[in-house]
């Protein structure tokens, strides 16, 4: 008798703990026996067998329910339309499940190298993301929006909220080093400077970002500083040729 009494106890809890809380959380809301509105699954779908593929629409990009369909956050989902097709993004991941679907065609078109076929998925390019883009792409509307100063904000509010997500690529030189020449290329030298000498701390042992900062010290006209980072850019990277173009340059001025 005394036995059975934590596996009942263990039971109810569970209930408590877990079941009861989402079920009041989702309002009574259940799936529809049968949605209205499909038009990439298959229209005899349960709307109980969607519950899988909407799960995962909202982990791979990051977002909740009401990021495609009609319905306000915080509100019970018995308030939402999800037949409704008013939310743009519905249509656009229908869109996304058509394409998702042709390159799995495509794939399966190549011999795998391993036992295994690998597939695409949702996350496999949004990983947790709505809007997929790149650190560099990121960095360049931001900078084409509101300049310099806004770029850089970018690129530290994205390196908080994602450093370690494995969605932006924060682990090299790239991406500040390509803001710096689109800052260069504004003929905004000082910023370029700045951006660049922020890079060399990040990534010392790069010597890309010496070689950049050396190239805006160039343009400067600052010849000493430039000969300073070309050697120091060649010290770490021997093999590159245009550092060592470039140091002949200043030999001769
Ligand atoms: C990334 C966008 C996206 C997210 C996020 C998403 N859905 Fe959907 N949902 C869709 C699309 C697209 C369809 C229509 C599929 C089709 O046309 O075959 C759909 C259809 C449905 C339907 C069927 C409606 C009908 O009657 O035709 C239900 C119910 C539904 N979603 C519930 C949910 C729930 C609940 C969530 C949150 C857990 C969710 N969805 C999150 C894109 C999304
Ligand atoms: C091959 C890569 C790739 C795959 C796979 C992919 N997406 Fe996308 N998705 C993108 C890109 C890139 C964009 C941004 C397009 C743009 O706005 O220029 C995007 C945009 C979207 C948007 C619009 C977001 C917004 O705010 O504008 C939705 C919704 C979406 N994807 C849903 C999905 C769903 C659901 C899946 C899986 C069925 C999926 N995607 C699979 C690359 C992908």
Redesign the pocket.
Known sequence: MLYRLPQTLAIILTFLLILAPSIFAQGQ?N??E????????P?D?S?QR??A???G??R??G???????VGEEGKP?ST?D??SDENP??????E??RMLGSINDHLKKIEPSAAERVNMW?HTCHRGN?KPMTLDEELSAAFAGGGMETALARYKELRENYYGHGMYNFEDEGPLNSLGYKVLEANNLEGAIKIFTMNTEKFPKSGNVWDSLAEAYMVSGDLAKAEEYYKKSLEIAPWNDNAKKMLEEIEKK
């Open positions: 809301w799936w529809p049968k949605p209205q509105n499909l038009q990439v699954f229209s779908w709307g969607l519950s593929p909407m799960r629409f909202t791979a990009l977002v909740r329910c009401s990021y495609c369909h989902l939402y999800f037949a993004n519905k249509e656009r991941a229908r996304m499940i949702c709505a």
